[in-house]
């Protein structure tokens, strides 16, 4: 069965930063395209980033671009997303997710098969 884990969560204060860990197992991540979503308390979940496959086609929510990067390291079966100067408005549980998508990246949540249990961010003075 394909999993997903994220780590790296926390409190941090207001300009600080964040990276976060999805670990996939029983499947390699480069099969598939990953997205990282953010659901803050009371609103609906929404896309941050994805990448594609590939790893040619990389798309960014407009509220984070400039800060948020995602990348992978195959070698470690790992993507990362690299929060810089946090706002409080970035306070969400923050989830990746796998899809079996050939071309491109989606930035909705339902195009995505597999996800992770979440990890929570908090961004707080």
């Known amino acids: 069965q394909l999993q997903l884990a994220e780590s790296g969560g926390g409190l941090v204060q207001p300009g600080g930063s964040l990276r976060l860990s999805c670990v996939a197992s029983?499947?390699?991540?480069?099969?598939?395209?990953i997205g990282w979503f953010r659901q803050a308390p009371g609103k609906e979940r929404e896309g941050v980033s994805c990448l594609s496959r590939s790893g040619a086609q990389i798309n960014t929510a407009g509220s984070v671009k400039g800060r948020f990067t995602i990348s992978r390291d195959n070698a470690k079966n790992t993507v990362y997303l690299q929060m810089n100067s946090l706002k409080p408005e970035d306070t969400a549980v923050y989830y990746c997710a796998a899809a079996d998508v050939y071309l491109g990246c989606p930035m909705t949540d339902v195009s995505y098969s597999y996800w992770g249990q979440g990890t929570q961010v908090t961004v707080s003075s």
């Open positions: 029983e499947f390699t991540l480069d099969d598939y395209a």
